[in-house]
């Protein structure tokens, strides 16, 4: 095997990081990972949530829902790991679980369905199992309090060689201490604010960066199922919509608790301006159908206020330009080298994925420039795809915010037409009438296989065409349900108007 004595420094312990660790730790190498915050408490679930001052990782507490490649990958590799998760209390929710109530009575199981169990935890909880597991593992160490704030390469080297990176650790009394950390390979998982392309660039690194809006504000509040109480079945109304002006959505979470996201595109500046009020966020649940069971009194408890996030992009990061690597013996991974709206629930099992493809390509190649053309490249093979298709869900989500705005109705052209007719008039009802289109289309939602593949095949595109075809009324049960107020409605109620 390539590398295997190789020193490894990965920069954060988030979840990318603890993937590179989990892919990369065996006998041979030593792996160091660093990072600014202070590890999680000892205790367990609850005491990790509340406690644990992670302020690298901004959405640390935001809903978090983890999909089923990553189920497949760590039950595949890491059996014993996905036991510790059970026994934490993170679940599995299977395919049959999750459907609509008008495909319930005729679903018959496939094998391949086996595929599409997601796992569902708050995120601190699923981090906190990662850690202890990675941090069982000899060959690798976590060393905390530590903040990486450049690198150290050779002189006029190009690309630019990496050679490991300068770190600050303050001691126990607050005292700075600078050192050095040399590494044969620097592994970037230190997230989506990474300064690292910024300290690239500075040496004559060319690094491009695409990004784009990701349209939408986050707001997130906790809640705990009283004494007695179990999560209330699926319903006609389902436990995540979008109501063009608000997204909303349940996650149901471990050890009795969950959580409710509400989602609030940029422009509906005032609505914004309320979400994180405790009593307003529980008001506007208390109109959404799909959430009533879940957040009335009688079952649940609120446990935190509402925590708000905004600055939400979509960003993909190219490392190298017309077949040159920008540096060597450098790598990034998740967050730091790609992105999207979080409403795709694709962060986490894209970092654990992406640490993995890292992880084959230095397991099997080991010159530095051909270990950074073949990582780029598995990148945009596995990756892009599900990077592309966020990026146009955002801006057609973004089209439909802006409409619903509009004092005047926009009259949409035909082609917008077609689009918004095929979405809402067969994709939708189709997705709710017919198990195959619903799989198939699980499938490029929880990356099994590029988003738009389903639609290249004919017994997915066929039954979408016929409901497209069928008449509304016969049609009329497998539309979603109406899952709230229209926007003037919500407005008024909450004195927008
Ligand atoms: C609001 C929101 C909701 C989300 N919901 C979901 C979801 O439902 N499902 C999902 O899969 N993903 C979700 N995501 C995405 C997911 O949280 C990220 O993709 C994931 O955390 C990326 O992991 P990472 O390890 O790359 O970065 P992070 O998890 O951000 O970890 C970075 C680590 O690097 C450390 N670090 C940073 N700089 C330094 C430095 N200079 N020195 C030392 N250490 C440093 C930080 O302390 C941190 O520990 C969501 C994201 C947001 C914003």
Redesign the pocket.
């Known amino acids: 095997m390539a590398g295997s004595d190789e020193n490894i420094v990965i920069?954060?312990?988030?979840?990318?990081?603890?993937?590179a660790a989990l892919a990369l730790g065996r006998p041979g190498r030593r792996i160091t990972l660093?990072?600014?915050?202070p590890p999680p408490p000892e205790g367990e679930a609850d005491e990790v949530f509340r406690d644990w001052n992670?302020?690298?990782?901004?959405?640390l507490r935001?809903?978090?829902?983890?999909?089923a490649r990553?189920h497949n990958l760590l039950r595949t590799r890491y059996p014993a790991l996905v036991e510790d998760l059970r026994a934490a209390g993170v679940r599995e929710i299977t395919f049959r679980d999750g459907l609509p109530h008008t495909l319930r009575d005729s679903y018959v199981p496939t094998p391949e369905d086996d595929d599409l169990t997601i796992l569902t935890s708050r995120?601190t909880t699923m981090e906190m199992v990662i850690r202890r597991w990675v941090q069982a593992n000899a060959a690798v160490t976590i060393e905390t309090g530590?903040?990486?704030?450049g690198l150290t390469h050779i002189e006029g080297s190009s690309p630019v060689q990496v050679t490991g990176v300068t770190?600050v650790r303050t001691t126990a009394e607050g005292v700075a201490q600078r050192d050095t950390v040399a590494a044969d390979v620097v592994i970037d998982?230190?997230?989506?604010?990474?300064?690292f392309p910024r300290w690239l660039r500075e040496l004559g690194a060319e690094i491009t960066e695409e990004s784009s809006d990701a349209g939408i504000l986050?707001y997130?509040r906790h809640y705990r199922l009283n004494a007695g109480q179990i999560e209330p079945e699926r319903g006609v109304v389902p436990g995540a919509g979008d109501l063009g002006y608000l997204k909303y959505g349940v996650?149901p979470a471990d050890n009795g608790c969950f959580s409710i996201t509400l989602a609030v595109p940029t422009p509906e500046a005032d609505l914004r301006r309320l979400m994180t009020r405790a009593e307003v966020f529980q008001q506007v649940c208390m109109t959404l159908p799909g959430l009533v069971p879940w957040v009335n009194e009688e079952r649940s408890e609120a446990t935190s206020d509402v925590f708000g996030?905004g600055g939400?992009r979509n960003r993909y990061n190219h490392f190298v330009k017309d077949g040159v690597p920008a540096a060597l013996n450098f790598f990034a991974?998740?967050?730091?080298f790609l992105?999207t709206n979080?409403l795709y629930?694709?962060?986490?099992?894209?970092?654990i994925l992406h640490s993995h493809l890292l992880a084959d390509v230095l397991d099997t190649v080991t010159d530095p420039r051909e270990r950074m053309l073949q990582y780029a490249a598995l990148t945009a093979k596995e990756l892009r795809p599900f990077y592309d298709s966020g990026v146009q869900q955002d801006k057609s989500a973004i089209r439909r915010a802006e409409a619903a705005m509009a004092v005047v109705p926009r009259r949409l052209r035909l082609k917008a037409r077609l689009m918004k007719s095929f979405t809402e008039d067969a994709i939708v009802p189709a997705s709710r009438g017919d198990l195959g289109v619903l799989r198939a289309l699980s499938r490029g939602f929880h990356m099994l296989e590029p988003p738009a593949l389903a639609f290249r095949r004919l017994d997915v595109l066929l039954p979408i065409l016929r409901f497209w075809l069928m008449g509304k009324a016969r049609k009329a049960p497998f539309y979603t349900p109406r899952m709230g107020p229209e926007r003037h409605e919500m407005r008024n109620l909450l004195g927008l108007a």
């Open positions: 920069v954060g312990a988030g979840i990318a990081g603890l993937g660093l990072d600014q915050d992670h302020r690298g990782v901004a959405q935001h809903s978090h829902a983890f999909l990553l995120r530590v903040k990486v704030e770190v998982a230190s997230g989506r604010r990474s300064i986050y997130t996650f996030m939400l991974v998740g967050d730091a992105f979080p629930g694709r962060g986490c099992s894209q970092g």
